[in-house]
Protein backbone atom coordinates (compact mmCIF):
# COMPACT_ATOMS: atom_id res chain seq x y z
CA UNK A 1 0.00 0.00 0.00
CA UNK A 2 1.00 3.68 -0.57
CA UNK A 3 0.21 6.64 1.74
CA UNK A 4 0.60 10.34 1.49
CA UNK A 5 0.71 12.13 4.78
CA UNK A 6 0.74 15.71 4.74
CA UNK A 7 1.82 18.40 7.51
CA UNK A 8 1.93 21.87 8.53
CA UNK A 9 -1.12 23.03 7.66
CA UNK A 10 -2.65 25.83 10.25
CA UNK A 11 -4.00 29.33 11.00
CA UNK A 12 -2.16 32.28 10.16
CA UNK A 13 -2.61 36.06 9.51
CA UNK A 14 -3.03 37.38 6.27
CA UNK A 15 0.37 38.44 5.14
CA UNK A 16 2.13 35.46 6.73
CA UNK A 17 3.84 32.12 5.73
CA UNK A 18 3.32 28.69 5.65
CA UNK A 19 5.26 25.34 4.92
CA UNK A 20 3.35 22.25 3.93
CA UNK A 21 4.79 19.14 3.47
CA UNK A 22 3.98 15.14 2.37
CA UNK A 23 5.84 12.27 2.40
CA UNK A 24 5.13 9.14 0.32
CA UNK A 25 5.32 6.05 2.25
CA UNK A 26 4.57 2.04 1.06
CA UNK A 27 5.64 -0.20 -1.39
CA UNK A 28 7.07 2.03 -3.99
CA UNK A 29 9.14 1.65 -7.18
CA UNK A 30 9.30 5.50 -8.61
CA UNK A 31 7.49 8.66 -7.99
CA UNK A 32 6.57 10.43 -11.02
CA UNK A 33 4.72 13.95 -11.02
CA UNK A 34 3.89 15.58 -7.53
CA UNK A 35 1.94 17.83 -6.34
CA UNK A 36 -0.53 19.88 -4.11
CA UNK A 37 -4.71 21.29 -5.03
CA UNK A 38 -6.78 23.30 -2.61
CA UNK A 39 -10.76 23.15 -1.73
CA UNK A 40 -12.22 25.88 -0.33
CA UNK A 41 -15.54 25.49 1.07
CA UNK A 42 -18.12 25.14 -1.64
CA UNK A 43 -15.63 25.49 -4.66
CA UNK A 44 -14.07 22.50 -6.72
CA UNK A 45 -10.98 21.45 -5.94
CA UNK A 46 -8.01 22.94 -7.91
CA UNK A 47 -4.21 22.62 -9.30
CA UNK A 48 -1.84 24.87 -6.66
CA UNK A 49 1.50 23.46 -7.50
CA UNK A 50 2.70 20.63 -8.91
CA UNK A 51 6.45 18.79 -9.74
CA UNK A 52 7.84 16.44 -11.77
CA UNK A 53 10.76 13.98 -10.63
CA UNK A 54 13.31 16.17 -12.98
CA UNK A 55 11.89 19.01 -11.25
CA UNK A 56 9.85 20.88 -13.71
CA UNK A 57 7.03 22.39 -12.20
CA UNK A 58 3.27 24.30 -13.25
CA UNK A 59 1.71 26.66 -10.95
CA UNK A 60 -1.91 27.85 -11.61
CA UNK A 61 -1.22 31.50 -12.71
CA UNK A 62 -2.40 33.27 -9.90
CA UNK A 63 -0.79 31.69 -7.77
CA UNK A 64 3.06 32.03 -9.32
CA UNK A 65 5.39 34.38 -6.94
CA UNK A 66 3.75 33.91 -3.65
CA UNK A 67 3.73 29.58 -3.68
CA UNK A 68 6.89 27.68 -4.83
CA UNK A 69 7.08 23.78 -4.78
CA UNK A 70 9.92 21.70 -4.43
CA UNK A 71 10.18 18.40 -3.63
CA UNK A 72 13.35 15.51 -1.80
CA UNK A 73 13.50 12.64 -4.51
CA UNK A 74 15.73 10.87 -1.54
CA UNK A 75 12.67 11.84 0.88
CA UNK A 76 10.01 10.65 -1.71
CA UNK A 77 8.45 14.38 -0.32
CA UNK A 78 6.90 17.49 -1.72
CA UNK A 79 6.77 20.73 -0.26
CA UNK A 80 4.70 23.62 -0.48
CA UNK A 81 6.29 27.48 0.55
CA UNK A 82 3.55 29.75 0.71
CA UNK A 83 4.50 33.42 1.38
CA UNK A 84 2.11 36.63 1.37
CA UNK A 85 -0.87 34.10 2.63
CA UNK A 86 -4.53 35.82 1.63
CA UNK A 87 -7.80 35.57 3.29
CA UNK A 88 -8.75 33.65 -0.38
CA UNK A 89 -6.00 31.02 0.45
CA UNK A 90 -8.38 29.69 2.88
CA UNK A 91 -8.87 25.97 2.11
CA UNK A 92 -7.88 22.29 2.85
CA UNK A 93 -4.68 21.59 0.85
CA UNK A 94 -4.23 18.36 -0.37
CA UNK A 95 -0.86 16.17 -1.59
CA UNK A 96 -1.43 14.54 -4.60
CA UNK A 97 0.96 11.78 -6.25
CA UNK A 98 1.59 9.41 -9.21
CA UNK A 99 3.39 6.42 -8.39
CA UNK A 100 4.44 3.15 -9.32
CA UNK A 101 4.22 0.99 -6.19
CA UNK A 102 4.94 -2.97 -6.38
CA UNK A 103 7.75 -5.22 -6.30
CA UNK A 104 7.42 -7.65 -8.80
CA UNK A 105 4.68 -6.59 -10.56
CA UNK A 106 4.27 -2.71 -11.10
CA UNK A 107 1.28 -0.98 -11.05
CA UNK A 108 0.64 2.92 -11.46
CA UNK A 109 -1.70 4.53 -9.55
CA UNK A 110 -2.91 8.32 -8.82
CA UNK A 111 -2.83 9.01 -5.00
CA UNK A 112 -4.52 11.59 -2.69
CA UNK A 113 -3.47 12.59 0.90
CA UNK A 114 -6.27 13.14 3.52
CA UNK A 115 -5.63 17.11 3.35
CA UNK A 116 -4.61 19.80 5.71
CA UNK A 117 -6.58 23.03 6.88
CA UNK A 118 -4.83 26.31 6.21
CA UNK A 119 -6.63 29.24 7.65
CA UNK A 120 -5.87 32.58 6.86
CA UNK A 121 -7.23 35.61 8.64
CA UNK A 122 -8.01 38.89 8.01
Known amino acids: QVQLVESGGGLVQAGGSLRLSCAAS????????MGWYRQAPGKQRELVARITSGGITDYTDYMKGRFTVSRDNAKNAVYLQMNSLKPEDTAVYYC????????????????WGQGTQVTVSS
Open 96 to 111: NADITRGVSALYRNNY
Open 26 to 33: GSIFSINA
